[in-house]
């Protein structure tokens, strides 16, 4: 028993990217590049779900952060933004109280690989409002080279949500935050 036990759990943790190697699920012995293909294929597997939605690449939304044409609109739980969160942004509530406000900014939502954000999005849209969904997300958006911050400043922590999409750049810690990143 304890043999097959273990020959299953092997093989439940080790996962064919295809990328030409074999590689432990959280990515430890990936380089930056490899996670973010993983990453990106992760994203494109779910826009499936919301086809329609415009998005926006992590390089072309830091190119327009700098010029101040943007406004990031994060769908993530509270216990998962105090983790990080992107240069100048607000949360969802903030951002439903007052969408007009904004209207002269691109409005951007993401989320740890910007599911919840493209739901978000294309539930926005339903209501006429446009916003675009960052490709990938906070982990593509870290992946690319762009900065995350906390209530202290820059950090090199991110809630990657759960051992699925534990694909930090090099340098970075991971949080799980589990059963209150779900709820609170």
Same mark, same amino acid.
């Given at each position: 028993?304890? &043999?097959?036990?273990?020959?299953?759990?092997?093989?439940?943790?080790?996962?064919?990217?295809?990328?030409?190697?074999?590689?432990?699920? !959280?990515?430890?012995?990936?380089?930056?590049?490899?996670?973010?293909?993983?990453?990106?294929?992760?994203?494109?597997?779910?826009? &499936?779900?919301?086809?329609?939605?415009?998005?926006?690449?992590?390089?072309?939304?830091?190119?327009?952060?700098?010029?101040?044409?943007?406004?990031?609109?994060?769908?993530?739980?509270?216990?998962?933004? *105090?983790?990080?969160?992107?240069?100048?942004?607000?949360?969802?509530?903030?951002?439903? $109280?007052?969408?007009?406000?904004? $209207?002269?900014?691109?409005?951007?939502?993401?989320?740890?690989?910007?599911?919840?954000? !493209?739901?978000? *999005?294309?539930?926005? *849209?339903? $209501?006429?409002?446009?916003?675009?969904?960052?490709? !990938?997300?906070?982990?593509?958006?870290?992946?690319?080279?762009?900065?995350?911050?906390?209530?202290?400043?820059?950090?090199?922590?991110?809630?990657?949500? !759960?051992?699925?999409?534990?694909?930090?750049?090099?340098?970075?810690?991971?949080?799980?935050?589990?059963?209150?990143?779900?709820?609170?």
């Amino acid at each position: 028993m304890n &043999r097959r036990y273990g020959f299953v759990a092997l093989m439940a943790t080790v996962l064919w990217i295809g990328l030409g190697t074999w590689v432990v699920l !959280g990515g430890e012995n990936l380089t930056d590049e490899q996670k973010k293909k993983i990453v990106y294929r992760m994203y494109d597997d779910y826009r &499936r779900e919301f086809p329609h939605v415009r998005e926006i690449s992590p390089r072309e939304a830091m190119k327009e952060m700098v010029h101040g044409k943007i406004v990031f609109v994060d769908t993530r739980t509270p216990a998962e933004m *105090a983790v990080s969160m992107l240069p100048g942004a607000i949360t969802e509530k903030a951002f439903l $109280k007052h969408p007009e406000k904004l $209207k002269a900014k691109r409005i951007v939502a993401y989320c740890t690989i910007s599911y919840r954000s !493209g739901k978000f *999005a294309q539930e926005m *849209a339903k $209501k006429g409002t446009r916003i675009f969904n960052l490709r !990938g997300g906070l982990l593509a958006w870290a992946l690319e080279g762009g900065k995350v911050y906390d209530a202290n400043g820059e950090t090199k922590r991110i809630n990657v949500y !759960g051992e699925e999409w534990d694909y930090p750049p090099e340098g970075y810690e991971s949080v799980y935050l589990g059963f209150f990143q779900r709820y609170f």
